[in-house]
């Protein structure tokens, strides 16, 4: 009796142990379990696409706390998690809305972040969206009129191909072009066998005349560099001598020479000009006199 009352005891109180290990496993579970050290973080994202309350928080793939609750604000949604306050989050840390399965459960992950400077928790931090499949079929669904254009495009483009290969026309003109480039090759075949002696020999007496050419500068270098160094030589000369012209036109023109001021003294040509009148007085006297009775002298000698 006694051992059966002990049996009972034991039994009771691996029950109640039980019990109360099911109800921590399923309240911890169900995030019911909140300690005294959780952190609350603030986070906003332009589109949550399915994120439910109580959902997974990780940090690196580890579970640290869950998502606590979600608040639409206008054009953005809040949402709140609580995590573990013994993670050592910095004012660099990431947050964004990641996929766990192909089903489209999702979960919050934390790159704890690298700064000095610890992560404040009383502003709101920014969340960053990664698309998933179910994102990219609705942006393939938003864009099935675009598809449909561009298929309906290349169908016509297709069809313009086909139209011009099936052409008889375009496929007689292309014939006829492949025929005479064939018949170009083969001419231009013919001709360089036919020629293929003179070519040879055009080859042969260029590559001699190279050469004599090369003898022939060897040759002649020392002189050749003589007659350039003399043509630079009269050259020089030749400048000097026209500047010797040009300087003595400059002073002719300016009259600071006698042939400037014979050519451009107006004094000494109205003297010249009032010379000849009087020489050609004279010479009518003369000629007067001679067809006359001649010259007649009057002249006082001392």
Request: glycine share 4%; proline share 1%; hydrophobic share 40%.
């Amino acid at each position: 009796m006694q051992n059966d009352r002990r049996t009972e005891i034991k039994v009771g109180i691996t029950t109640i142990i039980s019990l109360a290990v099911f109800i921590w496993i399923m309240a911890w579970a169900k995030n019911f379990l909140v300690t005294t050290n959780d952190e609350e973080i603030t986070i906003y994202f332009e589109n949550v696409s399915g994120l439910e309350v109580d959902d997974d928080v990780t940090v690196r793939g580890l579970r640290m706390g869950f998502v606590k609750d979600i608040i639409l604000d206008r054009n953005i949604i809040l949402v709140k998690i609580s995590v573990d306050g013994e993670i050592d989050l910095r004012s660099d840390a990431a947050f964004w809305l990641a996929t766990v399965d192909l089903m489209g459960d999702k979960k919050i992950e934390i790159y704890p972040g690298d700064s000095n400077d610890k992560l404040d928790f009383s502003i709101i931090h920014s969340g960053q969206f990664q698309p998933d499949l179910s994102t990219m079929m609705e942006t393939i669904g938003a864009m099935k009129s675009d598809l449909f254009t561009i298929v309906d495009d290349i169908k016509i483009s297709l069809r313009a191909i086909n139209s011009y290969l099936t052409d008889d026309q375009i496929k007689n003109d292309f014939k006829s072009s492949l025929r005479n480039i064939h018949a170009l090759t083969t001419k231009i075949d013919e001709m360089l066998d036919e020629n293929r002696e003179n070519i040879a020999k055009i080859t042969e007496n260029t590559s001699v005349l190279t050469a004599d050419a090369k003898s022939f500068f060897d040759r002649n270098s020392e002189n050749l560099t003589s007659s350039i160094a003399t043509l630079n030589t009269v050259l020089a000369k030749s400048d000097t001598l026209v500047n010797t012209f040009n300087l003595l036109a400059a002073e002719t023109k300016a009259g600071k020479n006698n042939l400037g001021k014979f050519l451009y003294d107006d004094s000494l040509m109205v003297s010249m000009k009032e010379s000849i009148e009087r020489l050609r007085g004279i010479s009518k006297i003369l000629l007067d006199q001679l067809n006359k009775d001649g010259i007649k002298i009057d002249a006082s000698i001392w």
